[in-house]
């Protein structure tokens, strides 16, 4: 199985900019798709950026805009690139690989994911 890891977690204004890297451990060719995904005390893990192996991509509606998902396959490496940041963007961010097909359907969905990283805190403040 994949590992993941994630780096590039912080502290940030509001309003401003910052990356995210996850680098995994292998060739993701078995990969349909990688994603990242966010979780704050008391709430369930949401997505918010998925890229499948043909470069589609799908965002939540509350980061469309603002927040580009990326890959790199020569390094293995997954990006998220932040942009206009809110408060309300703190959370812990994960990297997730799927290597099952329903991903490809359900990219946004947690569960559709069967590899994650150890996560990555991103502090917003206002």
């Known amino acids: 199985q994949v590992q993941l890891v994630e780096s590039g977690g912080g502290s940030v204004q509001a309003g401003g900019s910052h990356g995210l890297s996850c680098a995994a451990s292998?060739?993701?060719?078995?990969?349909?798709?990688m994603g990242w995904f966010r979780q704050t005390p008391g709430k369930e893990r949401e997505g918010v950026a998925t890229i499948d192996s043909d470069g589609s991509t799908s965002y939540a509606d509350s980061v469309k805009g603002r927040f580009t998902i990326s890959k790199d396959n020569a390094k293995n490496t997954l990006y998220l690139h932040m942009n206009s940041l809110k408060p309300e963007d703190t959370a812990v961010y994960y990297c997730a690989a799927a290597s099952t097909v329903l991903a490809v359907s359900r990219p946004l969905l947690p569960g559709s994911y069967n590899g994650w990283g150890q996560g990555t805190q991103v502090t917003v403040s206002s």
């Open positions: 292998e060739y993701t060719y078995s990969i349909y798709c």
